[in-house]
C-alpha cells in the first residue's frame, strides 16, 4: 500500500516518538547548533546512536506487525542552517533520505509497512509565532528542501510543529509542488487556535482553499493529549469537517503550555500507559488514525500505545 492507502484504510498507523528531546538529553551525544541530529550522520558513532534510537521505535512496530511513519532526521535541514553548519557541500536531505530507506529495508518482510517521512519544520522558533516567515518568503525559503526531499523519494512530505499560518500557507504551496503526499502539523491551544491566534479550522479552511493539490491530511504535535482534545473539540463546533481533515497527533507528556516548556531544562512526563490510554481515547473521540509521540515520548510510550492499537488491527 501507498502511504495514502495506508492513511486511508488503517484503523491506527503508530509513529515514532520524541528524537531531537531524547538525544539532547544524551551526555553522550552533540547535536548541531544549526542543524540539531541531521549533523549525527557524519559521525560515525552519532550515526550509530541515531540510527539504534530509530531502531527502538521500529522494533515496536514490527513486534506488533503494525503499520509504522518514521521521519527523516532534517527538521532544521533547510537551506540557511545547513550553510551555516558548514555542510552546504553535502547532499543532507538525500543523506537523511537513503539513511532512513536503508533503515526500513533492514527489517526484510516488515519493511512494507514502514513509511518515511521527509521532515521539515519552520524557519525560527516553533513555539513562537512572531518568528513565522510570511507566506511568499516561506515558499522561497522551504521550497529547495522540500524538492531535495522528494526527490530522495520519501513516501510523503511533513512540515511539523508550525506556529503560525502565513508560513504553513508558503510551506504548503512548496510541497504541493513536489508531487508526492504532503501533510501539514500545527501547535494549537485548548482553545482551538494555532501559536498565532488564528482558529484551527480556519487555518485549515485557508490553505485547502488556497493549495492545489491541498494537503493529504492535517496533524498536531508537539501538545498534550488533554490540550488536543480541548483544542479538537473546540475547533469541531466551529466546523465538523475538521475532524476528517486532522488525522494525527504526536503528543507531548506534559499539559504545559508551549511558553512554560521553552527552555525548560527537565522533562515534565506522563507515565506510558496513561499517555497511551489517553492517545486511545482521542481515537475513540476524533477518529484520528496516526498515533505518536513527541517531547517526553520514549521506546515505553510507544510500546505501551502499540499494545493498545494491536486489538484495533485484530493482532
Known sequence: MTFCDVLRRAPVVLTEGAVIERLRRDRAV?????????????????????????????????????????????????????????????????DAARCMTALRSSYGP???????????????????????????????????????????????LLAATLPAVGEALGMARALAACDCP?????????????LDGTPLHEAIRRIDGKVRPPPTAYMVNCV???????????ARVQDAHVCERVVGLQANTSPLSPEELDGRPDLDRTAPEDFAAAMIELHGWFGLR????????????????????????GR
Not at 122 to 131: C, F, H, K
Not at 182 to 194: A, E
Not at 224 to 234: D, G, K, N, Q
Open 30 to 94: 552533540t547535536l548541531g547548533p544549526h542543524v540539531l541530529n541531521l549533523a549525527l550522520l557524519y559521525d560515525a558513532d552519532g550515526r550509530r546512536r541515531l540510527t539504534r534510537l530509530y531502531r527502538q521505535y521500529l522494533d515496536i512496530g514490527q513486534a506488533y506487525n503494525l503499520p509504522m511513519l518514521v521521519l527523516t532526521p532534517t527538521w532544521r535541514a533547510n537551506p540557511e542552517r545547513v550553510r551555516a553548519a558548514g555542510l552546504a557541500d553535502c547532499d543532507v536531505n538525500a
Open 110 to 156: 516488515y519493511a512494507k509497512h514502514v513509511y518515511v517521512g521527509g521532515l521539515l519544520g519552520p524557519r525560527g522558533d516553533a513555539y513562537s509565532a512572531a518568528d513565522a516567515l510570511a507566506t511568499d518568503d516561506a515558499y522561497a525559503f522551504h521550497r529547495p528542501q522540500a524538492a531535495a526531499l522528494a526527490a530522495a523519494g520519501v513516501d510523503f
Open 182 to 194: 504532503y501533510v501539514l502539523s500545527f501547535i494549537v491551544r485548548p482553545d482551538g487556535t494555532c
Open 224 to 234: 498534550h493529549p488533554t490540550v488536543f482534545a480541548a483544542a479538537l473539540e473546540a
Open 290 to 313: 496516526v498515533l505518536g509521540g513527541c517531547c517526553g515520548t520514549d521506546d515505553r510510550h510507544i510500546a505501551a500505545l502499540a499494545r493498545r492499537v494491536a486489538p484495533l488491527h
